[in-house]
T-cell receptor, first 114, second 111 residues
């Protein structure tokens, strides 16, 4: 148990569906992240939120839309995804964005787009 | 452009022997390096780190070595245990604090 919880663990969705990934942390951290891990590739940073404000968007397509309603919750809204978006999506948190090296990761959501 | 590279996708080692995982980086601005360990169906967990002002950091069975001139770091696990079987990610950060990850090395410890 790392203190960062992601739901669902697995998701299969069609290209026309809308779904959301949820991440929750009760570690008192102020920064939260979304990473994408494709097979045999490095983890790719997608978004960074610090104190509920988006501070980083790494050229992620608009079909991925993050939301951070409070410092404990982070969502990734998915809309009209492509099969190549199939990957493991990892949420992480850290005390602050300047301490992202001590990030705690969730278990991830395995997403399959069909 | 991949700034952190783990050129060995997999490593198999006998239980009790040493596991050596290698990582190369290209960005000379990186000043903090970490290793994360990932079991199947779990997120990565922090294992050990090293600052660029050091060349070695040890924590129990795990030692990380940093060679700044070669832009190379390695993780030594000795002795290797079956529970060490996992994917190991090398990561690095610079002053912008963004973590850049390698693609991972899958370690299998044989009994």
């Amino acid at each position: 148990e790392t203190g960062v919880t992601q739901t669902p663990r697995h998701l299969v969705m069609g290209m026309t569906n809308k779904k959301s990934l949820k991440c929750e942390q009760h570690l008192g951290h102020n920064a939260m992240y979304w990473y994408k891990q494709s097979a045999k590739k490095p983890l790719e940073l997608m978004f960074v939120y610090s104190l509920e404000e988006r501070v980083e968007n790494n050229s992620v397509p608009s079909r991925f839309s993050p939301e951070c309603p409070n410092s404990s919750h982070l969502f990734l809204h998915l809309h009209t995804l492509q099969p190549e978006d199939s990957a493991l999506y990892l949420c992480a948190s850290s005390k602050s964005r300047h301490l992202n090296t001590e990030a705690f990761f969730g278990q991830g959501t395995r997403l399959t787009v069909v | 452009d991949q700034q952190v590279k783990q050129n060995s996708p997999s490593l198999s080692v006998q239980e009790g022997r040493i596991s050596i995982l290698n990582c190369d980086y290209t960005n000379s601005m990186f000043d903090y390096f970490l290793w994360y360990k990932k079991y199947p169906a779990e997120g990565p967990t922090f294992l050990i780190s090293i600052s660029s002002i050091k060349d070695k950091n040890e924590d129990g069975r795990f030692t990380v070595f940093l060679n700044k001139s070669a832009k190379h770091l390695s993780l030594h696990i000795v002795p290797s245990q079956p529970g060490d079987s996992a994917v190991y990610f090398c990561a690095a950060s610079a002053v912008d604090y963004k973590l850049s990850f390698g693609a991972g090395t899958t370690v299998t410890v044989r009994a």
